[in-house]
């Protein structure tokens, strides 16, 4: 079967670091990516890892470990526009769909 | 300007009421996508396709139709044999390239009544 898992909640202050972790099992694997959402609004792409290590863009960094089925999103210098949803999905290595995990809520406080 | 468009933006229907939503895009994608979102449990795949004539089932096909008769337009259908479907429907296409990473359009928030 397929299963993502995400912690639910995570708090942390602004200007501070938070990592955000995400564990995979999935049938098949070709690439993990990163999605902000806003409530309401649509995900956006934030980051894309197919290799293992780290991907650094700016204030946000994805690190992929495939071995071990884990990856996180590191985001430094907090800001408040952060408070977001923070979605990890797996691209399957066929019908080039995707699947989710259930996200992850952070909440940015002054 | 380039994108997705998904309408209506919010929808109310009765019970056993077919529903159909729009999601159009002129980024000249291939591959076209159908999620469901409930708070929880992030997004499931409900049907895709990855060309003209042709998709397949997601996860949770069950209750809902699409068709692709053109490029541009993938519309999803929420049959009245769908037992819940009051929930927040995402349209997505996948921009061609390395990172093959999906774009959404704005979502359409369907509320049954």
């Known amino acids: 079967g397929q299963n993502i898992d995400q912690p639910t909640e995570m708090t942390a202050t602004e200007g501070a670091i938070v990592q955000i972790n995400c564990t995979y099992q999935t049938s098949g694997f070709n690439g993990l990516f990163w999605y902000q959402q806003h409530a309401g609004e649509a995900p956006t792409f934030l980051s894309y890892n197919v290799l293992d290590g780290l991907e650094e863009k700016g204030r946000f960094s994805s690190f992929l470990s495939r071995s071990k089925g884990y990856s996180y999103l590191l985001l430094k210098e907090l800001q408040m526009k952060d408070s977001a949803s923070y979605l990890c999905?797996?691209?399957?290595?066929?019908?080039?769909?995707?699947?989710f995990g259930p996200g992850t809520r952070l909440s940015v406080l002054p | 300007d380039g994108g997705i468009t998904q309408s209506p933006k919010y929808l109310f229907r009765k019970e056993g009421q077919n529903v159909t939503l729009s999601c159009e895009q002129n980024?000249?994608?291939?591959?076209m996508y159908w999620y469901r979102q409930d708070p929880g449990q992030g997004l499931r795949l409900i049907y895709y396709?990855?060309?003209?004539?042709?998709?397949q089932k997601g996860d949770i096909a069950e209750g809902y139709s699409v068709s692709r008769e053109k490029k541009e337009s993938f519309p999803l259908t929420v049959t009245s044999a769908q037992k819940n479907p009051t929930a927040f429907y995402l349209c997505a296409s996948l921009l061609a390239g390395d990172t093959g990473e999906l774009f959404f359009g704005e979502g359409s928030r369907l509320t049954v009544l």
């Open positions: 999905a797996v691209r399957r290595n066929y019908g080039q769909n995707f699947v």
């Open positions: 396709s990855q060309i003209v004539n042709d998709f």
């Open positions: 980024l000249n994608h291939d591959a």
